[in-house]
């Protein structure tokens, strides 16, 4: 595809890294995918230039009618350490998970545990608000493409318990390129630092199969689920027509796939990093 398919001033591109059009003619429906990948205002404005030049005719958010109340209620007073604490003590609830602790943030890394969970869409950010503002201002239909959050974290409680501290430390060591980008982060400061390390789609989808080497229940659960899920209600809940389609990055390679499995065409940019 073209990364100035529609726009209308000389400088509006679509992001080739986190953007990708789909189209199923038989079913009247074409998409523009973006992956968030940066952290607060990058990702915003992706979102807000992708809206702006495609001109959709409806909006899908990764959200679940929960997480869209609270972030339109402007609830975003809490810091990411918040966020990830809060979602620990869910996961931790009533000691139903033996062969999870603090083992697999030992194994894992804070930082890198974030970086995940805000991959996979669990910890949305600014970039979703914007895309549900958008489309108020611009009296467009919003699409909801997530689970209930409280189903995603009840059954992983359940992917959790299959885990246990012998897998974890007998995990195969990361790829050379996820060990480089990780090896000097550490701490809650390393946060921004981790999740703009997995800023393109080669890197996502290399940590992304590391992780489903040694914890496949879990990417299950947090990633190819909801890739299904939402690829489903693109085709059949969302307006036909033109939708933009904000997700996390992890989620594209999913949805895409599933897109294509049931008919339709993907087109990832030239300069994407797949492609190189």
């Known amino acids: 595809w073209s990364s100035t398919a529609g726009a209308g001033d000389e400088g509006d591109e679509l992001n080739p890294e986190t953007v990708s059009y789909m189209i199923d003619k038989s079913k009247m429906r074409e998409v523009y995918l973006i992956g968030t990948a940066h952290v607060s ?15 959709p005719h409806g909006v899908m958010v990764e959200l679940c009618a929960e997480r869209a109340k609270r ?55 600014t970039e979703f608000r914007v895309a549900l503002r958008e489309a108020n ?14 189903e995603t974290f009840s059954r992983l409680r359940v992917a959790m318990g299959n885990l246990s501290l012998e897998r974890l430390m007998n995990a195969p060591q990361p790829p050379a390129e996820l060990m480089a980008m990780f090896g ?16 393109n789609r080669k890197r996502i989808a290399l940590a992304r199969d590391y992780v489903s080497d040694f914890a496949p229940e879990v990417m299950e659960v947090m990633v190819l689920e909801r890739d299904h899920l939402m690829a489903d209600k693109l085709l059949t809940e969302c307006r036909v027509g033109r939708t933009v ?32």
Request: hydrophobic content about 40%; charged content about 25%; proline content about 5%.
């Open 71 to 125: 972030l339109l209620a402007g609830d975003d007073g809490r810091s990411p350490q918040d966020v990830v604490g809060e979602l620990l003590r869910r996961l931790m609830q009533g000691n139903q998970v033996p062969g999870f602790g603090p083992e697999l943030l030992l194994k894992l890394g804070f930082s890198t545990f974030y970086a995940i969970l805000r991959q996979c869409g669990l910890v949305p950010g």
């Open 245 to 276: 389609a904000v997700v996390g990055m992890a989620h594209m390679d999913g949805i895409e796939e599933e897109w294509r499995r049931r008919g339709g065409e993907v087109f990832v940019h030239g300069d994407n990093s797949l492609r190189r």
């Open 41 to 55: 205002e990058a990702s915003a404005e992706d979102v807000r230039r992708t809206i702006r030049i495609t001109k």
């Open 184 to 199: 000097g982060i550490s701490g809650a400061f390393g946060i921004p630092a981790s999740v703009e390390a997995l800023k």
């Open 137 to 150: 201002r611009l009296n467009l239909p919003v699409c909801l493409g997530d689970r209930s959050v409280d």
